[in-house]
């Protein structure tokens, strides 16, 4: 069995990323300034965007967002059950209404069929979340967009790389929003942001990410001489630090680099997984580009022998780390009671949540270190 125990999701930082933080300390200025600059700029040559807008999370990028189309009270927000809470927040705190609808039992990404199915006269934006790194279907999403007149925001936190028929995921919707917290593709430790092809969903971002001070209030104490802000709008305390984007500037520079790794392990996991009883993630669409964020399997006891929970302690006591994304979203009681939803009644995402278990699938996993991961499944299931 493995020594050390293999922490789940730990992030590959060099030496680059360790001498660009430092680089910062000595020079005094740590918090927004011109290596968030310069960050934001390398993400939109990236994804080919005019406009980004770097914040401290991508809950903070949603919920701005949000706010920045121009919900009111009682205005309803399409998502998916299979995803992360912090999606669902971000649509209750900019006072709308979360509508709930299933996802699709293989791709376990929104069905949008279940979308068009669940708009109605308040429905004003859908937020799609491209799951585990695979692309959602966005020639349909966004038909029934154009044709319901409704806004998209992409949820890309796990989908950095992705690409849906020769186009980049966040570049379909009106703003788009990415995680850089520690387990995700790229990290900057915690951190997010925003790209959009509207100048004017940018200035929003930008005027509300930092208290709501008018536009570069963040220079107002540079060498060009004191500048006074005024305050537009009660804002939040949102913005990226230069701390944070000095480990994003070289994270982003090594995000093929890295998703070439991701990809060899997730190659190496399906084939050893072929003949074990439990479901590997269905095969990559064609014509897509997977991020290959999350290596999923689902562990059915019917067909295990071993119940997802207790498969997890097996594997915790092998030495692997490991983690579920997600439990479907009506599995907690806040939405649950609010809402007055049944998990059930969403079979797809609840079949998923009890049954999926995520395995290591850093870049930074060395080949040792897939090995140890599926011989420790090997034996847990073995046991079952
Ligand atoms: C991680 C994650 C978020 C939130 O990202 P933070 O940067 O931690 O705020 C939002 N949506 C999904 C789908 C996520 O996985």
Redesign the pocket.
């Known amino acids: 069995m493995r020594k050390d125990f293999l922490v789940f999701g730990s992030p590959l930082i060099g030496e680059e990323e360790i001498k660009e933080v430092v680089d910062s300390l000595r020079s005094g200025w740590i918090g927004t300034g011109p290596k968030v600059a310069k960050f934001e700029k390398m993400f939109r040559e990236y994804k080919g965007v005019p406009f980004a807008v770097a914040l401290n ?4 990028a ?1 919920h701005l967002s949000l706010l920045a189309i121009g919900l009111k009270p009682g205005d309803e927000v399409i998502t998916t059950t299979m ?2 809470c ?2 669902v927040n971000a649509i209750i705190h900019a006072k709308a209404t979360p509508v709930f609808v299933d996802c699709q039992r293989d791709t376990m990404n929104v069905d949008p069929r279940e979308i068009e199915k669940n708009i109605t006269h308040k429905t004003r934006a859908i937020l799609p ?1 491209h799951f585990a790194g695979r692309p959602c279907d966005m020639d349909a999403i966004m038909d029934i967009a154009k044709k319901h007149k409704l806004k998209v925001i992409e ?1 890309c ?2 989908a950095i790389e992705a690409e849906y028929k020769g186009n980049k995921t966040g570049t379909f919707g009106d703003l788009a ?1 990415f ?3 520690v387990t ?1 593709n790229i990290i900057t430790g ?3 942001m925003v790209i959009t092809l509207h100048e004017e969903y940018a200035d929003t971002i930008k005027v509300l990410g930092l208290h709501g001070m008018s536009r570069d209030a963040w220079k107002r104490f540079s060498d060009d001489g004191y500048k006074h802000y005024q305050v537009v709008y009660p804002g939040f305390k949102y913005n990226m630090m230069d701390l944070q984007a000095s480990i994003g500037i070289h994270q982003l520079k090594k995000v093929q680099a890295n998703w070439k790794k991701r990809k060899a392990i997730w190659s190496a996991y399906n084939k050893a997984f072929k003949d074990m009883p439990v479901e590997t993630p269905a095969p990559v669409e064609g014509n897509t580009k997977h991020a290959f964020h999350l290596y999923t399997i689902l562990v059915d006891k019917e067909k295990t022998g071993i119940s997802r929970d207790a498969f997890l302690d097996a594997m915790t006591l092998e030495n692997i780390g490991v983690g579920v994304h997600y439990r479907s979203i009506l599995t907690h009681p806040y939405y649950q009671q609010t809402f007055k939803l049944n998990p059930e009644d969403y079979p797809n995402s609840y079949y998923i949540g009890e049954r999926t278990v995520s395995l290591p699938f850093s870049a930074k996993l060395t080949d040792k270190d897939v090995n140890d991961v599926i011989e420790a499944v090997r034996r847990v299931l073995g046991k079952g």
């Open positions: 999370s991508c809950t903070a949603l995803t992360f912090a999606s979340v949820d936190a796990h929003c995680s850089f917290y995700k915690e951190g997010g």
